[in-house]
């Protein structure tokens, strides 16, 4: 059976990817963990990426630094220590020996920049890398992660990497290894593609003319809406969490 995801690790510190937490890491409040199964299911979906090592970086609004042995300097590209570049060297084919990836580029914008975790990725067909912050966890205000889709089951494997804007200006910014750093997961490459939509009122859903519309609409909201006597009372406030995790249990 294929992976959905392979991940190859080339840089042998490095952290192993993470299956993804529902709890987001304990960041999630505690209700929500309890009685939010969409929250839960975002915060799980995929697999956590760390940085291959620990860093401190600084930004005075146009240069980025790197702490290097106590002092601040600037850079374009951070290679690993050497004996990493041995180990790469010894295994790659005679072509790519002496050009192994490095763990940090500055990009040309000014507070960007490239962390490489290590690994490299590729995906099953028709299986796309969805790229993107850790869900539900919002501490950190000094840098923020992009977001993409990779087609990794053609463009593979790849570089799996990400890109941070720095934020904060004249302070020092660490970035722990032992700390993820951002999240991934496979998705259906028909789910990527430009999706049709229709817009409509209540005034539409409310038009006699419109049964096959107002129908479904009004008898889903009778699911969906709370309105204490009117709508159907609720067993409890984790009904539906309770329900979805028996679904998940009892399998498809």
């Not at 991940?7 to 987001?24: I, K, V």
């Not at 660490?174 to 999240?183: A, R, S, T």
């Not at 028909?190 to 107002?214: G, K, T």
Request: aromatic share 10%; net charge neutral; charged share 20%.
């Amino acid at each position: 059976m294929t992976a959905d995801i392979t991940f190859t690790r080339g840089y042998q510190p490095a952290h192993l990817p993470m299956p993804a937490d529902r709890g987001a890491l304990g960041y999630l409040p505690m209700a929500a963990f309890q009685y939010c199964e969409s929250v839960r299911v975002a915060s799980g979906m995929g697999w956590y990426l760390f940085p291959p090592k620990t860093m401190s970086l600084m930004f005075d609004g146009r240069e980025t630094f790197i702490a290097d042995e106590g002092q601040w300097r600037t850079f374009s590209a951070e290679p690993f220590e050497p004996e990493f570049h041995q180990h790469w060297n010894q295994h790659a084919p005679e072509k790519f020996r002496g050009h192994a990836p490095n763990h940090l580029r500055r990009l040309s914008d000014p507070g960007i920049v490239q962390i490489w975790t290590g690994h490299f990725v590729e995906t099953a067909p028709d299986l796309w890398l969805h790229i993107r912050p850790i869900v539900n966890k919002n501490d950190v205000s000094a840098f923020s992660c992009f977001e993409a889709i990779v087609e990794t089951d053609s463009f593979r494997p790849m570089p799996l990497f990400m890109n941070i804007k720095i934020h904060r200006t004249g302070s020092e910014i660490l970035i722990e290894k032992d700390m993820p750093l951002f999240q991934v997961a496979a998705i259906e490459k028909s789910s990527v593609r430009r999706q049709s939509s229709v817009i409509q009122s209540l005034e539409d859903v409310a038009d006699p003319a419109a049964s096959d519309r107002a129908e479904p609409f009004w008898s889903g909201l009778n699911d969906t809406l709370r309105i204490s006597g009117v709508t159907p009372q609720r067993k409890s406030m984790g009904a539906y969490a309770a329900n979805a995790r028996k679904r998940e249990k009892s399998g498809p």
